[in-house]
């Protein structure tokens, strides 16, 4: 009988894995994400991975073609189970939180105020960055009928926040406004604004003398071309962007109100975070359920990179046929930061592992007082694991330097007490488990910041 060959593990492209030290500077940054998210008075919800396809279509653009569908796969027709094309994982958080806030909005107290830290799926080309699983962290606000401007510059100055905790360097938040080009786009004569819009959003891309012929492809003439490539050249730290649109001569109302909408967060900003909100009328959001204001976050240096950070205000992706829950977010993409922070610059941590002491065994029939001193340890916050085995005490020091635990606790031999060594140096105090705690910075894992050329 012959031997079943064993398969071959092969990495999945686009579905990051860390090991346990980078893995500990992920949980750094998600904490630093949810505290600070929280110190704004954002609650956390969870929705369900998957909805059903009719309502992921349509709303992300670009990434309609990019969704997974989801099916089981003993399902047969007739068995009560959707069909396979009705269910598709999320490709981000925005689509099924509109649902969540229609599904529950008998529930929910107004300005509803949310953050969510969770995976999405979409199935694009892995590359540096770019992942088909994902995990994204966002805030929104939503309110019943009408939805406060000022929220849509408190939004961005929240993440703001959040990036100046992390070490990844200076950054700037673009911010532009929907109804800027919409205004400006019917102004030339141009009434297909989601199709010119889609086309300008690929400026970073492509450049401007391809989004120019893609733009007259579709039905612009040279020199209407040329009018939006002008708007969307226009960028400013201050209020002057206003007159450099002014300046290329074009009216409408609705441009009015988007240069007005605008100024008012770049403002805001200036009084509060001078220099982070940056007027950059380049900056489109290809998703088709934006109204308001848009945002995009570059790392100063990195911007070949692309943005790390974006969202926006929507009015109307979140009704039930009778109410609208107009509102305003922004989603942090954590596995894309980190895919520069960790997966280029090599940001780790202390050690692979939360473990502060190894409590170490004289022989298994010591294993008891081993676990009581553990627990002790333990109920004071020191994180403390007991040795796996009884080996020579050379042995289990070995064992807790591989680990990088720091501190190996030893038991009192007759007429002694116990003793705490640190491995690192070779210091060796009398120590009990209900007084003795580490230095503050041993208790957990720190961060490692790579040495010169890292950004922070």
């Not at 349509?58 to 399902?75: F, M, N, P, Q, T």
Request: proline share 6%; aromatic share 8%; with cysteine.
């Amino acid at each position: 009988m012959s031997t079943p060959k064993a398969s071959k593990v092969m990495p999945l492209s686009g579905f990051p894995e860390y090991l346990p030290a980078e893995r500990i500077a992920e949980q750094h940054v998600l904490d630093v994400i949810r505290r600070t998210f929280e110190l704004h008075g954002f609650a956390s919800v969870e929705t369900r991975a998957v909805e059903p396809i009719e309502r992921l279509v349509g709303k992300g653009g670009d990434a309609d073609k990019e969704i997974y569908g989801v099916h089981r796969l003993a399902a047969r027709p007739g068995e009560g189970e959707r069909a396979e094309t009705e269910l598709g994982l999320h490709f981000d958080l925005t689509v099924p939180f509109a649902r969540y806030v229609v599904e529950n909005a008998g529930k929910l107290a107004f300005p509803f105020r949310r953050y969510q830290i969770q995976k999405a799926w979409r199935g694009e080309r892995p590359q540096e960055g770019r992942y088909r699983e994902f995990t994204q962290a966002d805030i929104d606000i939503v309110d019943v009928g009408e939805l406060s401007p000022h929220f849509e510059a408190e939004i961005p100055l929240v993440v703001a926040e959040v990036l100046r905790l992390l070490p990844i360097g200076d950054f700037r938040i673009q911010v532009n406004n929907r109804r800027i080009p919409e205004g400006f786009y019917l102004g030339i004569g141009l009434t297909d604004v989601v199709g010119t819009l889609r086309v300008v959003d690929k400026l970073d891309k492509i450049g401007p003398d391809k989004v120019a012929a893609l733009l007259v492809e579709a039905g612009a003439t040279p020199e209407q071309a040329r009018q939006c490539l002008d708007l969307a050249g226009i960028r400013s730290e201050d209020l002057s962007f206003v007159d450099q649109v002014r300046a290329l001569g074009i009216q409408h109302p609705v441009l009015e109100e988007g240069l007005a909408a605008l100024a008012a967060v770049i403002s805001t900003g200036l009084d509060l975070a001078p220099g982070t909100l940056v007027a950059d009328l380049r900056i489109a959001r290809g998703l088709d359920y934006y109204t308001g204001a848009v945002y995009e976050t570059q790392l100063v240096g990195h911007e070949s990179y692309g943005s790390i950070c974006s969202g926006g205000r929507y009015d109307s992706l979140a009704s039930d046929g009778r109410t609208t829950y107009p509102g305003v977010g922004i989603s942090i993409g954590v596995s894309r930061l980190l895919g520069l922070v960790i997966g280029r610059w090599g940001l780790t941590a202390s050690r692979a592992t939360p473990t502060a002491v190894l409590v170490a065994l004289t022989d298994e029939s010591a294993r008891r007082d081993a676990l009581r001193t553990a627990a002790a340890l333990r109920a004071r916050g020191i994180a403390t694991e007991v040795s796996p085995r009884a080996d020579r005490f050379g042995k289990q020091i070995r064992y807790a330097d591989r680990r990088g635990i720091p501190y190996v606790w030893f038991p009192a031999a007759a007429g002694s007490s116990d003793q705490v060594k640190d491995i690192r140096t070779g210091d060796q105090v009398d120590a009990d488990a209900v007084s003795w705690a580490p230095p503050v910075e041993d208790l957990t894992p720190a961060l490692v910041i790579p040495g010169p050329g890292f950004p922070a």
